[in-house]
């Protein structure tokens, strides 16, 4: 139904949370459907929850990609925080708050911005469990600071919700992997956030051309 709104509106329904809500809408009818257990579909569509993952995964990649393709200076010099919260269309109550943070927080929450919606985004699909909660926690907390600025209507509560699939794990895999007695299995837990944190620090690295500086006596500073 929503999507012959989209259709139907125009220029009306072409926002990004429109598309995204058809888009959502799909996918969980697809994966989810009612109908499924009446046996009428010909193929089988037990997929479970990794589509949702993976449009998580595209919409916020694609978020975090399309600021560094407009080569804007301000998303280049990491200072677009300082316009953004008096410039936006619909401030929220915090938005002047926000505004007069010191320019060097402001620049940290670009930065912090770019991480989360570029390398962390990986974490949103990968197998691991905790991994992925630890992606999507990263994912919310950002929604939630949007919506603590701004209002753009029900875009950021959908990408929460979208969140949901990340968290939930393989019933099986989790039981097989308590009853493993193995030393990988049982350091399981800490082997992923080492990875997860050097991921995370190699992407920064890479990303904001963190370097070490020499001084003219050739000691590192």
């Not at 193929?43 to 990649?61: A, E, H, Q």
């Not at 925080?81 to 938005?95: R, S």
């Not at 691991?128 to 509560?157: H, K, S």
Request: hydrophobic share 50%.
């Amino acid at each position: 139904i929503y999507y012959f709104l989209v259709i139907l509106g125009g220029q009306f329904y072409t926002f990004q949370w429109d598309i995204l809500l058809v888009e959502v809408g799909f996918l969980t009818a697809f994966c989810f459907a009612p109908w499924r257990s009446l046996h009428l579909t010909l193929l089988d569509t037990n997929v479970g929850c990794w589509p949702i993952r993976f449009l998580l995964f595209k919409l916020m990649f694609m978020s975090g990609i399309v600021k560094i393709q407009a080569e804007c200076p301000t998303w280049q010099n990491l200072t677009a925080l300082e316009y953004h919260f008096a410039t936006q269309c619909l401030p929220g109550p915090l938005a002047w708050y926000a505004h007069q943070l010191p320019p060097f927080l402001l620049r940290l929450g670009v930065a912090t911005t770019f991480v989360i919606e570029i390398p962390a985004t990986i974490f949103l699909i990968v197998p691991w469990l905790r991994i992925r909660r630890i992606g999507a926690w990263m994912q919310i907390v950002l929604q939630v600071l949007i919506i603590a600025t701004g209002n753009y209507n029900f875009f950021n509560i959908l990408t929460m919700a979208l969140c949901i699939p990340c968290m939930i794990g393989e019933e099986n895999s989790v039981e097989k992997r308590s009853r493993d007695t193995s030393w990988y299995m049982q350091h399981l837990c800490t082997i992923q956030s080492v990875i997860c944190v050097l991921f995370l620090a190699i992407s920064c690295k890479e990303m904001f051309h963190i370097e070490q500086y020499t001084n003219e006596g050739g000691k590192e500073m």
